[in-house]
């Protein structure tokens, strides 16, 4: 992933890279601003990019307060909200339209509220990997026990890299170079401060997660998305479950008619990334489907 660009987004300046032609596709990635398991970025799609842009109209963003986009402007910005709006600001600056929007992750539940809160801006709805979607309680706070210190080091991050993985070939030094270039920016050590030392994961990020994951699954449930929804899912996750995505389906096939699910087996929490050949492939007949 070469030639990263930047442009204004509400005052917040955001970084993303784009190439090919042909349908839109908008990838977003997973983590949130201020984390101090591993510092998330446009580039977790690094294996995948190239292979889309041969078909595709590929756009792969930093979220705000994420990789190399600056932070929220205020502490009342750090919710899932202010990621969605800046989501659609950046969507709204370029012009797209017809985007089949591609999210892992938090970037699932992110693409989830874009397609219910802005449907005329979608062709579908690809969802991957997700518990902040899915029905039930996240395995994180376990799964992640006692990494090692100081956190957001070389072998801090990557031993999270590994907790949330089947296999461990995807995890690449280029990837991990990268990381370490977003954990060591001034405006991401204070994103880490409001969250984990100010408290602004557990007063304000997580409790109006909490509220709006509440308010999305029932508008999914009694109405559906919407648009043909494909939810990606690996059999191996560690922290999304196979049954939260069953449980996730389930509540998106009542009411989303053209809806599928997709499972790779063993694969861990990136499946696009520990199968990339054929996660591209999942995409390409998908979007053209639903072209």
């Given at each position: 992933m070469t030639g990263e660009k930047?442009?204004?987004v509400d005052g917040i300046k955001t970084r993303y890279f784009e190439k090919g032609r042909g349908p839109l596709v908008v990838l977003f990635h997973g983590g949130h601003f201020g984390s101090h398991d591993a510092a998330d970025c446009a580039e977790d799609w690094s294996l995948n990019f190239d292979g889309l842009a041969e078909r595709f109209h590929v756009f792969a963003v930093d979220k705000i307060g994420q990789g190399f986009t600056d932070n929220p402007q205020r502490d009342e910005d750090y919710t899932m909200a202010a990621v969605a709006q800046h989501a659609y600001g950046f969507l709204r600056t370029?012009?797209?339209?017809?985007?089949?929007?591609v999210g892992h992750s938090r970037g699932a539940y992110l693409v989830a509220r874009l397609t219910l809160e802005?449907?005329?801006?979608?062709?579908?709805?690809?969802?991957?990997?997700?518990?902040?979607l899915a029905p039930g309680i996240s395995k994180n706070e376990t799964v992640m026990a006692n990494p090692p210190l100081p956190r957001l080091s070389r072998e801090s991050q990557r031993w999270v890299l590994q907790k949330y993985s089947f296999g461990y070939e995807h995890i690449t030094?280029?990837?991990?170079?990268?990381?370490?270039?977003?954990?060591?920016?001034?405006?991401?050590?204070?994103?880490?401060?409001?969250?984990?030392?100010?408290?602004?994961?557990?007063?304000?990020f997580l409790p109006h997660l909490a509220r709006q994951k509440d308010e999305t699954l029932g508008i999914i449930r009694d109405r559906g998305l919407g648009k043909p929804t494909l939810l990606a899912w690996s059999y191996n996750d560690p922290t999304a479950t196979i049954d939260q995505g069953y449980a996730l389906f389930d509540l998106i096939a009542r009411n989303t008619h053209d809806s599928r699910m997709y499972i790779f087996n063993r694969a861990g929490h990136f499946s696009y990334r520990e199968h990339p050949a054929e996660f591209n492939e999942m995409l390409r007949s998908f979007i053209e489907r639903n072209g």
């Open positions: 930047y442009l204004e370029l012009g797209l339209r017809n985007v089949h929007p802005h449907p005329e801006l979608f062709k579908t709805c690809i969802l991957v990997d997700t518990n902040t030094e280029e990837w991990v170079d990268v990381m370490m270039r977003v954990a060591a920016l001034p405006k991401y050590q204070e994103a880490v401060r409001k969250m984990e030392e100010a408290g602004l994961r557990v007063t304000r």
